[in-house]
């Protein structure tokens, strides 16, 4: 059933940033929603073999960066390599969110979250997070959709 499920639900695909004491990093997530207006909650779901989601539990917040056509390279680079052996941003420029979360100069926008809620869903972590800071930083660009195995 999994082939339906991901011809049936399609995604967004954003660069998911933290900061810790030590480290900044960031991987590639597609499984991230919105999912309250009142407060304005977000949700990632995070498998707990991903560098990222240690690293968010140690710092208690989180940034969402939006991608676009035109960035598109950075869903490989950040996608397919962990932050334990490499330095993700080395080639990457960014500045600091109001919490620290680093946020790629090049997004589409960026959201930074608190982590409020941590949940177990089956093999991945929910993570829930309030949005205390957000940009758009590009006015003239739609972000890019993961659909099925690819995205656009
Ligand atoms: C298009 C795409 C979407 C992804 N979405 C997610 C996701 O939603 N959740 C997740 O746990 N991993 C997701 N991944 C896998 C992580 O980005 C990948 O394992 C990454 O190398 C983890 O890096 P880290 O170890 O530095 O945290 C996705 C990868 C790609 C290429």
Known sequence: MQDIVSKGISHGVYIVTVRTKERINGMTAAWVSQVSFQPLLLML???PARFTHNLIKESGYFAVNTLDKDIQNLAAAFGFKSGRKVDKFQNV???DAPNGS???ES???FLECKVVNMFTAGDHTLF???VVAAKLLK???VPLIFHWDDYF
Do not use: N, R, T
Request: no cysteine.
């Open 139 to 141: 006015e003239d660009k």
């Open 45 to 47: 779901s995070i498998a």
């Open 107 to 109: 997004a589409l926008a």
């Open 128 to 130: 829930v997070g309030e």
């Open 102 to 104: 680093p946020i790629i």
């Open 93 to 95: 420029p960014y500045f």
